[in-house]
């Protein structure tokens, strides 16, 4: 039988699927809410243009990695692209596990942790939050030395629950934790803090970040930045050319214009003020820290109002069972997005 072939570990997992896109209204997915502006679209398409289509592209996206260590203020050495810093997580599960060993992670967080993990053949460690989603840190560093685990991930802001650990826990984590400890910062611009000024403090540092939250959702573009001996040791698994020409294009000319990065950003934090006051004005409604590009909110009763959102063409994400139980996970849209969801919120 062919499935004999076929991995046991894998029997229960299920294809990624990432529903239904053609709402009015997408509040789901923590993107941003506005397109490009036209004049560096039609910039951009002119680089399309005189792009070079036979040839590979710079297999370790040199160019790309250079603006970004100029925008995050770090060296260039120190920066790796990937395809999504989804590629990037899945880059440090393949580098760092042998089948069997463990990795720690807090519960809830990004679930592409847990997944890599596993298809790497490695186990998460899920570490419960408290009831008000906070993280227990010294539980957390015991745990993941008790359970001699090789890599923590932790995202901070935490997706889905927007909670934060202070600077000085994620050292005290950093410096606790007899492993790697990676940082996903894929909220940093609405949040404003990073770690990224430890990497060369540390050794078992790694920093990750992505554009998908600031405009670029749709060309697949993230980094990790670490010191220069883990960065030897990962760039062994990175996939050659994994970071596409046109890809590298777009970022490039973004990256040079970084005021397209802040502008958007500004207008997504103004929108966050302004959702936020308006839902702390509604009763009967639990709403946790905001400092990313999304609300998480706890609802008397979620399917029903998921429900009744889906009906006007609204989506946002909804959490049914377990610790996010009655939880909306809001995106943060344009003024008119959010005026819609509040009016059909209750
Ligand atoms: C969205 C998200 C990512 C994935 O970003 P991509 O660069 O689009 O792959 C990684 N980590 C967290 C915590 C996220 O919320």
Same mark, same amino acid.
């Given at each position: 039988?062919?499935?004999?072939?076929?991995?046991?570990?894998?029997?229960?997992?299920?294809?990624?699927?990432?529903?239904?896109?053609?709402? /009015?209204?997408?509040?789901?997915?923590?993107?941003?809410?506005?397109?490009?502006?036209? !004049?560096?679209?039609?910039? %951009?398409?002119?680089?399309?243009?005189?792009?070079?289509?036979?040839?590979?592209?710079?297999?370790?996206?040199?160019?790309?990695?250079?603006?970004?260590?100029?925008? !995050?203020?770090?060296?260039?050495?120190?920066?790796? $692209?990937?395809?999504?810093?989804?590629?990037?997580?899945? @880059?440090?599960?393949?580098?760092?596990?042998?089948?069997?060993?463990? *990795?720690? +992670?807090?519960? #809830?967080?990004?679930?592409?942790?847990?997944?890599?993990?596993?298809? !790497?053949?490695?186990?998460? %460690?899920?570490?419960?939050?408290?009831?008000?989603? &906070?993280?227990? *840190?010294?539980?957390?560093?015991?745990? $993941?030395?008790?359970?001699?685990?090789?890599?923590?991930?932790?995202?901070?802001?935490?997706? #889905?629950?927007?909670?934060? @650990?202070?600077?000085?826990?994620?050292?005290?984590?950093?410096?606790?934790? /007899?492993?790697?400890? *990676?940082?996903?910062?894929?909220?940093?611009?609405?949040?404003?803090?990073?770690?990224?000024?430890?990497?060369?403090?540390?050794?078992?540092? %790694?920093?990750?970040?992505?554009?998908?939250? %600031?405009?670029?959702?749709?060309?697949?573009?993230?980094?990790?930045?670490?010191?220069?001996?883990? +960065?030897? &040791?990962?760039?062994?698994?990175? #996939?050659?050319?994994?970071?596409? $020409?046109?890809?590298?294009?777009?970022?490039?000319?973004?990256?040079?214009?970084?005021?397209?990065?802040?502008?958007?950003?500004?207008?997504?934090? *103004? &929108?966050?003020?302004?959702?936020?006051?308006?839902?702390?004005?509604?009763?009967?409604?639990?709403?946790?820290?905001?400092? !990313?590009?999304?609300?998480?909110?706890?609802?008397?009763? $979620?399917?029903?109002?998921? /429900?009744?959102?889906? &009906?006007?063409?609204?989506?946002?994400?909804?959490?049914?069972?377990? #610790?996010?139980?009655?939880?909306?996970? @809001?995106?943060?849209?344009?003024?008119?997005?959010?005026?819609?969801?509040?009016?059909?919120?209750?």
């Amino acid at each position: 039988m062919i499935q004999d072939f076929f991995r046991k570990d894998l029997s229960d997992f299920e294809s990624y699927n990432a529903g239904k896109t053609d709402y /009015k209204v997408r509040l789901n997915a923590n993107e941003s809410f506005d397109n490009l502006g036209e !004049a560096v679209r039609r910039e %951009i398409g002119k680089v399309i243009e005189n792009s070079i289509y036979n040839r590979y592209p710079d297999a370790d996206a040199l160019e790309v990695c250079e603006l970004y260590s100029l925008y !995050a203020n770090v060296n260039k050495t120190n920066v790796m $692209a990937g395809n999504g810093s989804d590629e990037c997580i899945q @880059i440090i599960a393949h580098t760092f596990l042998n089948t069997g060993e463990k *990795v720690a +992670m807090q519960s #809830p967080d990004f679930s592409m942790y847990g997944l890599y993990t596993k298809v !790497a053949g490695g186990i998460p %460690i899920e570490f419960p939050l408290s009831d008000e989603l &906070e993280l227990d *840190v010294q539980g957390f560093i015991s745990m $993941a030395n008790r359970e001699k685990v090789k890599i923590v991930f932790l995202s901070n802001p935490n997706n #889905p629950t927007g909670n934060i @650990i202070k600077r000085e826990d994620i050292i005290s984590i950093i410096e606790g934790c /007899k492993c790697i400890v *990676v940082i996903d910062e894929a909220y940093f611009e609405f949040y404003g803090q990073s770690i990224l000024d430890k990497i060369d403090t540390y050794d078992n540092l %790694i920093v990750l970040r992505t554009c998908s939250k %600031i405009g670029l959702a749709a060309i697949r573009i993230g980094f990790m930045i670490t010191n220069n001996v883990l +960065m030897l &040791e990962l760039k062994k698994v990175k #996939p050659p050319y994994n970071v596409n $020409a046109i890809t590298q294009s777009i970022t490039s000319v973004i990256l040079k214009n970084p005021e397209i990065i802040n502008n958007n950003v500004k207008n997504i934090i *103004v &929108e966050r003020s302004y959702l936020w006051e308006k839902l702390s004005n509604i009763d009967g409604l639990r709403l946790y820290k905001a400092e !990313a590009n999304f609300i998480l909110v706890e609802v008397p009763n $979620a399917i029903k109002v998921k /429900k009744r959102l889906i &009906e006007e063409s609204i989506n946002v994400r909804s959490f049914s069972t377990g #610790p996010l139980k009655n939880c909306l996970r @809001i995106t943060i849209g344009s003024r008119q997005e959010n005026d819609s969801l509040l009016t059909n919120l209750i």
